[in-house]
């Protein structure tokens, strides 16, 4: 239907309309409403004006609903239970309540210091959905340019002009290795000390990958980055089995990952600055405004 031909109705009407056939009264319908009897009456006569059809043949001792008014008052029912559902849902939501919220997140810290943050926001809101993302640095910018993500976790120091940064920490380097490894218990390790490792590295394309391969260049140090994987995670659990040593960020270590390995502080220190991404137009959703309150309260500091 054309949206010039639809009457202008609100639900005090449909409510009017709903007592009237309830009641068969306008003294009975307009208490119900808590109304007095000529605004009862007002409110039907513009309805009906509006409608352009007769919903109640009128007496003086009683109402009578026309074949109009039963089909009309059948969809004013529907109407006003569909408007109820809605406004809830819509104050679910403003409130926080409901929602789902699309986080994208470099893999560092994807499985180290958000799975905690993650559960308290979920402990407070239990029917907002969340979806985490993890990837590296360039899928998050994209994922946040596309509005895939209503924000991203990522690497701040260069941003895009579409992009804004809210600093949360910075992350430094440092060498993992197996929990017996002979490099356990030193005070530091430079990258010549690894010269002759094998090393469990990440893709080329990611920040991690790029910042270590960067600072080896300007070393003049050639690493045997001989075993590649695309997860931190995967990374971490090879090194632990013994096929190499690895070059992580140190929040990516914590929790269960950290288990049967063995880390080294990394010298000269490589440090960067990690935080919350968001698209520089997009206004934020309620349950996504909250998380991102939360994370940047909450976020541990290195």
């Known amino acids: 239907m054309p949206r010039a031909s639809l009457p202008d ?13 309830e009641y068969g009264s306008f003294i009975a ?22 409608l352009g059809v007769r919903l109640f043949d009128r007496s003086t001792r009683r109402v009578q609903v026309t074949a109009a008014g039963r089909e009309f008052a059948a969809v004013a029912e529907r109407m006003l239970a569909d408007l109820g559902i809605t ?11 409901r929602g789902l ?7 560092s810290v994807a499985g180290a ?43 701040i120091d260069e941003l895009p002009d579409y992009a804004v940064g809210t600093a949360l920490g910075r992350e430094t380097f440092c060498v993992v290795v197996p929990a017996r490894h002979k490099l356990v218990g030193r005070h530091k390790v430079g990258l010549a000390d690894l010269v002759e490792q094998t090393i469990v590295a990440l ?6 990958r790029r910042t270590i391969d960067a600072a080896a260049a300007m070393a003049g140090v050639p690493l045997r980055q001989m075993v590649m994987v695309t997860q931190i995670a995967t990374l971490l659990s090879l090194v632990a089995a013994g096929a190499g040593v690895g070059i992580v960020p140190r929040g990516a270590i914590r929790g269960p990952q950290a288990r ?11 440090v960067r600055r990690i935080g919350l991404i968001a698209l520089r137009e997009r206004e934020p959703t309620p349950a996504a405004s909250g998380l991102f309150a939360l994370l940047r309260r909450e976020w541990p500091r290195e």
């Not at 109705?9 to 056939?21: C, D, G, K, M, N």
């Not at 208490?31 to 039907?44: E, F, G």
């Not at 029917?127 to 991203?152: L, T, Y």
């Open 113 to 155: 210091a958000l799975p905690r943050l993650i559960a308290a926001y979920r402990a407070d809101r239990p029917g907002v959905e969340i979806h985490v993302r993890e990837s590296v640095h360039g899928s998050v910018m994209e994922d946040v340019r596309s509005g895939v993500a209503d924000f991203g976790i990522g690497y």
């Open 87 to 97: 406004v809830q849902s819509v104050r679910e939501v403003a409130q926080e309540r």
């Open 260 to 270: 049967g390995l063995g880390t080294v502080p990394l010298e000269p220190r490589l």
């Open 29 to 50: 319908a307009a208490a119900y409403l808590r109304l007095s009897q000529p605004t009862l009456t007002r409110i039907v006569k513009r309805l009906e004006a509006a």
């Open 101 to 107: 919220v699309v986080l994208a997140s470099v893999m």
């Open 9 to 21: 109705v609100s639900a005090r009407q449909l409510e009017a309309v709903l007592a009237l056939v």
């Open 203 to 208: 893709p080329t394309d990611s920040r991690t």
